[in-house]
């Protein structure tokens, strides 16, 4: 059996699944409280890779099914946009299009403001 050391659980925050059962041994009850304690979950794909296997290491400590584990709140990844870019879009009369769906704002550069390139005019 590998060491619980070594076994990364998270791997945004490199926490170990030594850390999470030492986490929900010292009281532990939620994936709130264990992402509190050891940031598990707080990286940038905020817990979308490691929320299950949390929960399923308290549902196993406290012997419930992982469906009774309280599930924590996160917010989705955002991208963030340099204020010069809206500023552009002011100053130049940028303009902006809907796309398969996308509504495109572009600042004169040929880049909608977030990141995706504009494909026509």
Do not use: W
Not at 33 to 55: F, H, Y
């Amino acid at each position: 059996m590998s060491d619980e050391n070594t076994i990364i659980v998270c791997r945004c925050e490199d926490v170990t699944l030594g850390e999470i059962r030492k986490a929900i041994r010292e009281g532990a009850t939620t994936l709130d409280e264990v992402k509190r304690i050891t940031r598990a979950g707080m990286g940038p794909c905020q817990g979308r890779t490691c929320r299950l296997l949390v929960a399923g290491e308290i549902a196993r400590y406290h012997r419930k099914h992982v469906s009774e584990v309280l599930q924590s709140r996160y917010r989705p990844p955002v991208k963030p946009v340099k204020m010069g870019d809206f500023a552009a879009l002011s100053e130049e009369g940028g303009n902006s299009q809907e796309e398969g769906g996308h509504r495109q704002a572009t600042g004169g550069d040929g880049q909608c403001i977030c990141g995706k390139a504009v494909t026509g005019k």
